[in-house]
């Protein structure tokens, strides 16, 4: 089993940047792909990128790719969503999760999940 804890969120304005962490406690954690997931008010939860367990692979929505890194140390059980020249619309609850498949973006196919952390960007 894999407990997930995203830190990291916080009130900040456009263009500027945040790094959120998702720490993982298991001795399995390196063998899962970790997604991250946000949730707008009012809106559905939606992909934002993933990791493979080794790192060598990421994958991201168009809407933040050229923004948004994610990257991973296995060695400290965690991944990070660095997230730059952020946007208005980047605003939403982000969740991390993991998955035992090499990759996905569909949230069902996710076991584990964080409490998940705000993220605010003013305009």
């Known amino acids: 089993q894999v407990q997930l804890v995203e830190s990291g969120g916080g009130l900040v304005q456009a263009g500027d940047s945040l790094r959120l962490s998702c720490a993982a406690s298991g001795r399995t954690f390196s063998s899962y792909t970790v997604g991250w997931f946000r949730q707008a008010s009012g809106k559905e939860r939606e992909f934002v990128g993933a990791?493979?367990?080794?790192?060598?692979?990421?994958y991201y929505t168009d809407s933040v790719k050229g923004r948004f890194t994610i990257s991973r140390d296995n060695a400290k059980n965690t991944v990070y969503l660095q997230m730059n020249s952020l946007k208005p619309e980047d605003t939403a609850v982000y969740y991390c999760?993991?998955?035992?498949?090499?990759?996905?973006?569909?949230?069902?196919?996710?076991?584990?999940w964080g409490q998940g952390t705000q993220v605010t960007v003013s305009s």
């Open positions: 990791i493979s367990w080794s790192g060598g692979y990421t």
């Open positions: 999760a993991s998955t035992l498949m090499d990759y996905s973006a569909n949230q069902r196919e996710y076991n584990y």
